[in-house]
């Protein structure tokens, strides 16, 4: 995968992560559908998600610098 690739990656699953950990949209969604029983179980999928996309983020810059 390319660095711009990773990159893109990194920087979108971290929005999509951040939004569902720090806004509703989950719980809404999931309320809607019936599946509000995992409610009580996204923060232990999310923040870990959250975190791993940040991670990806940092080291895709830290390649791209390394690179320049």
Known sequence: MSKNKLIAVGIYGT????????????VVLFGMIGLSAFIGYLDYILLPALFFFIGLTIYAFWQHQKNK
């Open 15 to 26: 929005v999509i992560a951040a939004l569902c950990c720090f806004t509703p949209v989950l």
